[in-house]
């Protein structure tokens, strides 16, 4: 059983930066692939990012590539996600996931992710 806590979310000006961390309980990352998604108000979950287990590879959706990246800290058990340059569409609750199972890293249906956080909200104001 893994028990994933978000952090780091709030209301920053387009263009700022965040970071957002997702912390791992009760087990560690050690063969867990991460990933990372959004959901706005109406919308649809969507997968941003994800990174494997080792942390040698990492995935992100077109809108996000050059400005987010996935990282992990294997020592603190944590996954981090920055968020540079920072638009009002990028307004969300960010939730982290992990999974085991083969399955691409590009790929985020719910059959590759089994435990969820309970999300942290992002607010970018224009």
């Known amino acids: 059983q893994v028990q994933l806590v978000e952090s780091g979310g709030g209301l920053v000006q387009a263009g700022g930066s965040l970071r957002l961390s997702c912390a791992a309980s009760?087990?560690?990352?050690?063969?867990?692939?991460v990933g990372w998604f959004r959901q706005a108000p109406g919308k649809e979950r969507e997968f941003v990012a994800a990174i494997s287990w080792s942390g040698s590879s990492t995935y992100y959706t077109d809108s996000v590539k050059g400005r987010f990246t996935i990282s992990k800290d294997n020592a603190k058990n944590t996954v981090y996600l920055q968020l540079n340059s920072l638009k009002p569409e990028d307004t969300a609750s960010y939730y982290c996931?992990?999974?085991?199972?083969?399955?691409?890293?590009?790929?985020?249906?719910?059959?590759?992710?089994?435990?969820w956080g309970q999300g942290t909200q992002v607010t970018v104001s224009s």
């Open positions: 009760g087990s560690t990352f050690s063969g867990y692939r």
């Open positions: 996931a992990a999974g085991r199972g083969p399955y691409p890293l590009r790929y985020g249906g719910d059959q590759g992710y089994k435990y």
